[in-house]
Nanobody, 123 residues
Framework: VQLQAYGGGLVQAGGSLRLSCAAS????????FGWFRQAPGKEREFVAR????????NYADSVKGRFTISRDNYKNTGYLQMNSLRPEDTAVYYC?????????????????WGQGTQVTVSS
């Protein structure tokens, strides 16, 4: 599975961005999608995940109510809609797919990763 994340950029605080994660090589409809982020000098942290069918989602407390994860299995693509962005959301955002344990937020449970897309939020 190859994952291509895109949609990052520079946005002012309060703005919005929509990240996409396009999968190729095989269908990812049986996998969960996860989004993680890593700021300079910090560890990679969980942002959100969605199960294979799209009816179960989980969010980090820091993004709950502002970010929405979704997927389109026909397009083999996952999405992260980010609203009300804050400077502390600045990071490289990574998408990943696999079958992690239910509710798990551990990045080491994902075997397939995209290359990351930079999100910068100015104050």
């Amino acid at each position: 599975v190859q994952l291509q994340a895109y949609g990052g950029g520079l946005v002012q605080a309060g703005g919005s961005l929509r990240l996409s994660c396009a999968a190729s090589g095989r269908t990812v409809s049986i996998f969960a999608f996860g989004w993680f982020r890593q700021a300079p000098g910090k560890e990679r942290e969980f942002v959100a995940r969605i199960n294979w069918s799209g009816d179960i989602t989980n969010y980090a407390d820091s993004v709950k109510g502002r970010f929405t994860i979704s997927r389109d299995n026909y397009k083999n693509t996952g999405y992260l809609q980010m609203n009300s962005l804050r400077p502390e959301d600045t990071a490289v955002y990574y998408c990943a797919v696999d079958n992690p344990h239910p509710g798990s937020r551990r990045p080491d449970e994902y075997g397939y990763w995209g290359q990351g897309t930079q999100v910068t939020v100015s104050s």
